[in-house]
């Protein structure tokens, strides 16, 4: 049971004291440390290890300074200020890795050097593809690839000699051709969402969230909910809902309720994907899943390829509402023809080359789930069976 004299005594730089006031506060330092980690990696993994690991040293920083700055006269004080310390400190670091979207991190790279494969080295195209075609979780933010792509092509320095030729003498740097600007934009930031979707978002947790048995839980769920119907969601808002929402049992309503989280996420978001809380599934969702993450896949593959192949392809199989007009040696060649407005020789050409852009995506996509042995069969699969000549 910590006193006050131990307080005091840590205050004075007493080991034994300090090492009690930590001691007393771990349980408390773990599990905040724990909730900050999984608002930045939901999904748990090596990242949540990492961040849970980094929050636990500075909860602890967090505890050491409190009790330098700490002058009530109560245990129960200094709990409160401890703990309020701790849990105000995690959040400035959670904010703080949530916007360093320019940063690029392990995932990052792997990521953008999957696109790069897909996009046959062309670094300006795999940047465009990172930001679609991975599965989500894994899709970077424009900045995060922009990042990565700069880190994948190297620092060029900006004394570079940029040579004698044209217009450009033999002692111009690549600093000389650099605009310079004497401010900085005054640009405003605006959230992803708007006053109508946030509004909408928490009527829909209103109604279908599961209410915690936890009595102080339950009053935050309401309050903040509350608060959140006469006014535009804060992020402190948002991050308590984050830590008190419970999802409903049944699929349709748990997607509605982690939907709306992802709409209040994005309101109080102006610079990366925010984290949102673990996608909880059971069996009756496992059905569903893989079908609907499979769709979503093989859209954003197409989406990602040109116009002409993608629609050529789109017209082949029947994709997204598309007329089927067939693949094989017996497909309707004329009707997919007029259909598209192509002559007999462009169209093979263009379902030749699509389906082959269009494997190799999906492969680097699929890879990107983890699946790599099953990303290795497809590119196989595809090696094996497509053709030149377009039939197959």
Same mark, same amino acid.
Not at 155 to 178: I, R, W
Not at 193 to 213: C, F
Not at 281 to 301: C, G, L, P
Not at 334 to 344: E, I, V
């Given at each position: 049971?910590?006193?006050? $004299?131990?307080?005091?005594?840590?205050?004075? /730089?007493?080991? !034994?004291?300090?090492?009690?006031?930590?001691?007393?506060?771990?349980?408390?330092?773990?599990?905040? %440390?724990?909730?900050?980690?999984?608002?930045?990696?939901?999904?748990?993994?090596?990242?949540?290890? /990492?961040?849970? $690991?980094?929050?636990?040293?500075?909860?602890?920083?967090?505890?050491?300074?409190?009790?330098?700055?700490?002058?009530?006269?109560?245990?129960?004080?200094?709990?409160?200020?401890?703990?309020?310390?701790? +849990?105000?400190?995690?959040?400035?670091?959670?904010?703080?890795?949530?916007?360093?979207?320019?940063?690029?991190?392990? /995932?990052?790279?792997?990521?953008?050097?999957?696109?790069?494969?897909?996009?046959?080295?062309?670094?300006?195209?795999?940047?465009?593809?990172?930001?679609? #075609?991975?599965?989500?979780?894994?899709?970077?933010?424009?900045?995060?690839?922009?990042?990565?792509?700069?880190?994948?092509?190297? /620092?060029?320095?900006?004394?570079?000699?940029?040579?004698?030729?044209?217009?450009?003498?033999?002692?111009?740097?690549?600093?000389?051709?650099?605009?310079?600007?004497?401010?900085?934009? $005054?640009?405003?930031?605006?959230?992803?969402?708007?006053?109508? %979707?946030?509004?909408?978002?928490?009527?829909?947790?209103?109604?279908?969230?599961?209410?915690?048995?936890?009595?102080?839980?339950?009053?935050?769920?309401?309050?903040?909910?509350?608060?959140?119907?006469?006014?535009?969601?804060?992020?402190?808002?948002?991050?308590?809902?984050?830590?008190?929402?419970?999802?409903?049992?049944?699929?349709?309503?748990?997607?509605?309720?982690?939907?709306?989280?992802?709409? #209040?996420?994005?309101?109080?978001?102006?610079?990366?994907?925010?984290?949102?809380?673990?996608?909880?599934?059971?069996?009756? $969702?496992?059905?569903?899943?893989?079908?609907?993450?499979?769709? +979503?896949?093989?859209?954003?593959?197409?989406?990602?390829?040109?116009?002409?192949?993608? !629609?050529?392809?789109?017209?082949?199989?029947?994709?997204?509402?598309?007329?089927?007009?067939?693949?094989?040696?017996?497909?309707?060649? !004329?009707?997919?023809?007029?259909?598209?407005?192509?002559?007999?020789?462009?169209?093979?050409?263009?379902?030749?080359?699509?389906?082959?852009?269009? %494997?190799?995506?999906?492969?680097?996509?699929?890879?990107? *789930?983890?699946?790599?042995?099953? %990303?290795? +069969?497809?590119?196989?699969?595809?090696?094996?069976?497509? *053709?030149?000549?377009?039939?197959?």
């Amino acid at each position: 049971m910590l006193t006050f $004299d131990t307080i005091r005594a840590a205050q004075n /730089n007493d080991l !034994d004291a300090v090492t009690a006031v930590i001691e007393w506060t771990e349980s408390r330092v773990q599990r905040h %440390a724990e909730v900050a980690a999984r608002r930045i990696a939901p999904h748990g993994g090596a990242a949540f290890a /990492n961040y849970r $690991d980094e929050f636990v040293q500075i909860a602890r920083i967090a505890v050491w300074d409190s009790l330098s700055r700490f002058t009530d006269g109560t245990v129960d004080s200094f709990e409160r200020y401890a703990f309020t310390t701790i +849990e105000n400190k995690l959040k400035d670091e959670v904010r703080s890795a949530r916007n360093s979207g320019g940063a690029v991190d392990e /995932n990052a790279m792997k990521t953008f050097s999957a696109m790069v494969e897909a996009a046959d080295g062309d670094v300006y195209e795999a940047a465009k593809l990172a930001q679609t #075609l991975p599965p989500k979780g894994r899709r970077l933010s424009a900045d995060r690839a922009e990042a990565a792509r700069l880190a994948w092509q190297g /620092n060029v320095s900006l004394d570079k000699p940029m040579g004698g030729h044209g217009s450009v003498t033999e002692n111009s740097t690549l600093a000389d051709f650099l605009p310079a600007y004497d401010e900085e934009p $005054d640009g405003e930031i605006r959230p992803k969402v708007g006053v109508g %979707a946030a509004s909408e978002a928490v009527h829909v947790l209103m109604r279908y969230v599961t209410v915690p048995k936890d009595e102080k839980a339950a009053q935050t769920l309401s309050e903040t909910l509350a608060a959140c119907v006469w006014g535009y969601p804060t992020l402190p808002a948002v991050e308590a809902l984050e830590d008190v929402v419970r999802v409903p049992a049944d699929p349709t309503e748990r997607r509605y309720v982690l939907d709306a989280m992802a709409v #209040l996420r994005s309101a109080v978001s102006t610079a990366t994907e925010g984290a949102l809380i673990e996608d909880l599934r059971d069996v009756r $969702d496992e059905r569903t899943a893989d079908s609907r993450e499979k769709h +979503e896949r093989v859209n954003n593959t197409l989406d990602s390829m040109g116009a002409a192949q993608r !629609d050529v392809l789109r017209h082949s199989f029947g994709i997204g509402g598309a007329t089927d007009f067939g693949w094989g040696d017996g497909c309707d060649m !004329d009707g997919l023809c007029a259909a598209l407005d192509m002559t007999y020789v462009n169209a093979k050409a263009h379902r030749a080359k699509g389906r082959k852009a269009f %494997a190799k995506r999906y492969a680097a996509a699929v890879a990107l *789930t983890g699946a790599v042995a099953y %990303a290795a +069969e497809l590119e196989a699969a595809a090696a094996s069976t497509l *053709t030149n000549k377009g039939r197959k």
